[in-house]
């Protein structure tokens, strides 16, 4: 398993939201870049970033501060919000992006989803935001009638590898990762599947790592100290 350390960025902050409220906002760093370095030197091998801004507006804002931190670190940066058409997810890839996700626009723009995989294969992901096992997008503002399970048959079919899934209610509450729903979508839709929301500490993780799952994003548990981010590397390697 490899440990993704999260980096959401608004207003070009880092900062955490609480069960993907933007009104429950904390910024946990004002510089990004110093960050993402950060994270490097404590030997992470991927950095999952958000554009928070972005996927509430439905285009990139972030998009100059997330290749300036593509220049000043050596680990591949896998970026989603507000990735809406194909000149962006095109951009992204040209200028160092090394997994693009798309969340919104896998609901809404299928056309987008078969041309990026066609041009781009492995290099896109697909983000799955679910709430009471229904899909959510723009930011997790809206519902969608899709249940996450059949969506992400759907998406397979279409060559989707790689899936980011998240229990949008336990996001940022360090109330622990939902496992049951991790095992029920990895049982159903034989892929990557990297865990997102709720991961409070080396205990979940290493229960992830039982589980043989591909990935865990991890933010809260780090900025708050309860999790040890090269323990948990370390804890991931040891599982491989």
Known sequence: ??????????????VRLYKGDYDKEEVVDSDVVKRAKEFET??????????LDGAKEGKTVNKELIFEVIKNVNVPIEIGGGIRNFETVKEYVENGVERVILGTAA??????????????????AVGIDAKNNMVCGSGW????????IEFGKELYAMGVRTFIVTD??????????????????????TSNVIASGGIRDIQ???ALIKMNIYGAITGK????????????????????
Not at 42 to 51: P, T
Not at 141 to 148: D, N
Not at 174 to 187: D, R, T
Not at 233 to 240: C, L, T, V, W
């Open 141 to 148: 503002l809206e519902t969608s009638e899709r249940e996450y």
């Open 168 to 189: 949008i209610s336990k996001d940022g509450t360090l109330n622990g990762v939902n496992i049951e729903m991790l095992k029920k979508f990895k049982e159903e839709v």
């Open 42 to 51: 404590l030997g992470a091998e991927y950095i999952h970033i958000v554009d």
């Open 1 to 14: 398993m490899i440990i993704l350390p999260a980096i959401d960025i608004r207003g070009g902050k880092a």
């Open 107 to 124: 609901i809404s723009n299928k056309e987008l989803l078969e041309k990026s995989l066609q041009a781009y294969g492995d290099k896109i």
């Open 221 to 240: 548990a780090i900025y708050s100290g309860k999790l040890d981010l090269k323990e948990a590397i370390e804890a991931s390697k040891k599982g491989r």
């Open 204 to 206: 979940d993780i290493n």
